[in-house]
T-cell receptor, first 114, second 114 residues
């Protein structure tokens, strides 16, 4: 079955700490990969995406993610988090045939302590 | 930056009643979607809509659900006879022409069925 699994449900970090959020997917075919972020009270926003090409993708606000095809993983990283990064983070995949049909992970709540 | 807007932000209805959730996608977008998130669960794809017809729907999107683009700006989700288990956050999204294209999400409508 198609699924996305995020390793951490709730992460608490201090400012300036490094962040890595794990994401693995199970899908029988080529996929597009996404990370979305939802700040408190706001809508889901695209953080970064991978469609093809360089497996290391850079997104907004200093985030990056690496697609490792052999591991079916798309982990999100940031070298130094800020208090304003406190949010919920969602990994998602979609088939090439329908980019808008996203399969989401369960989300990871990141709390950054000042 | 253009946004997807959804109204109302919160809708309370009694079981068996019909509800219509409204969305105004970004004006030059051509693909439209509805997702939902039951409290504590993953965000789930419901339906995608293009060129005035449903392009894909999930198992969740049964005969109780329908979508419509009644004019050039609105995109609606109707639930004909609501059930308690329809209580969820409903997200509208849109994307522009050309694949692949990332989704832009609205803030969501929280539907509570009592």
């Amino acid at each position: 079955a198609q699924s996305v699994s995020q390793h951490n449900h709730h992460v608490i970090l201090s400012e300036a700490a490094s962040l890595e959020l794990g994401c693995n997917y199970s899908y029988g075919g080529t996929v597009n990969l996404f990370w979305y972020v939802q700040y408190p009270g706001q809508h889901l926003q695209l953080l970064l995406k991978y469609f093809s090409g360089d497996p290391l993708v850079k997104g907004i606000k200093g985030f990056e993610a690496e697609f490792i095809k052999s591991k079916f993983s798309f982990n999100l990283r940031k070298p130094s988090v800020q208090w304003s990064d406190t949010a919920e983070y969602f990994c998602a995949v979609s088939p090439l045939s329908n980019t808008g049909k996203l399969i989401f992970g369960q989300g990871t709540t990141l709390q950054v302590k000042p | 930056e253009p946004e997807v807007t959804q109204t109302p932000s919160h809708q309370v209805t009694q079981m068996g009643q019909e509800v219509i959730l409204r969305c105004v996608p970004i004006s030059n977008h051509l693909y439209f979607y509805w997702y939902r998130q039951i409290l504590g669960q993953k965000v789930e794809f419901l339906v995608s809509f293009y060129n005035n017809e449903i392009s894909e729907k999930s198992e969740i999107f049964d005969d109780q659900f329908s979508v419509e683009r009644p004019d050039g700006s609105n995109f609606t989700l109707k639930i004909r006879s609501t059930k308690l288990e329809d209580s969820a956050m409903y997200f509208c999204a849109s994307s522009e022409e050309g694949k692949p294209a990332p989704l832009h999400f609205g803030n969501g409508t929280r539907l509570t069925v009592t």
